[in-house]
C-alpha cells in the first residue's frame, strides 16, 4: 500500500506526482514528513519497509520474483538535526537514521494501522508487476533464495529457516536453529550434491519475545549452518 502519492510510473519508476527539477518534491498532504515544516505524519509503507535492502530471488523455474516485505504504516516526527560532532553537536555522521524522531506521547494517532506491522513474502510476474501469490509470515524474512529444484527459502529472527514451494509458496520444510538470524541462505553444490548453507547467530529482539517467548533464550552466537537437499 503506498499512500504518500497516487501511483508508481511503471516506465521511470518515480511518482506520479513527482516534478523534474524541483529541489523539494510535495507528495500527499499528512503521508510524509516534511524537513522544512514541523508536527507528525503518517507514513506508508513504516520507514523499515515494505521491501527494503534484503535480496529478493528470480527463479527461471517459476519466471517469477519472490519479494519478502514489512507491511504497515508508521507515525513519525520531524526532527530538527543539529550540528555533527566535529562541529561541536551531538549527530554522528553515518548514525542510524529512521526518517524521524520518536512520536510525542499522548499524539492522537489518525492511521490504527499504524500499530500494526506484518510481514509477507510475495510472487511476482517481473513483467508487470502483478502478484500472482502472496503469504504472511510470521517474522521478517532477511532475504530469499530460489533454487532449480522449486523451492523459495528464507530465515527470521525467529531462528527458523523455513522452505516453501515456489509455485504454491506452501511451507515444505522448517528448522529452528536456536538462535536468531539475520541473513539470507546462499545455495552451492558438491559432486553433484546441493546444499543450502546460512550464517546464524545474534538476540531476539522484543517483538521476536513477545511473540515467541523462547527467544529469550538464544545465545548472541556466530556459526554456520549447512543442510543437504
Known sequence: MVTWTDGIDPKTGRPLSYVAGKPLQQYNPGTVVNPRGNGVANVCPATTGGKNWEPSAYSPLTKSLYTDSAEGCVQRAVVKLDAFEAQGGTVKKRANWTGGGTVPAGTP???PITTITRYSISKINPVDGKVSKKIMTD???WGLLTTAGGLVCGAT????????????LDILWVYNVGTAIGAPPMSFAVQGKQYIAIEVGGAAGAAETAQRPGTKFFTPSNFLMVFGL
Open 157 to 168: 529472527y525467529l531462528g527458523d529457516i523455513t522452505c516453501y514451494d515456489a509455485d504454491t
Open 139 to 141: 517474522s521478517k524474512n
Open 109 to 111: 494517532n489518525t492511521n
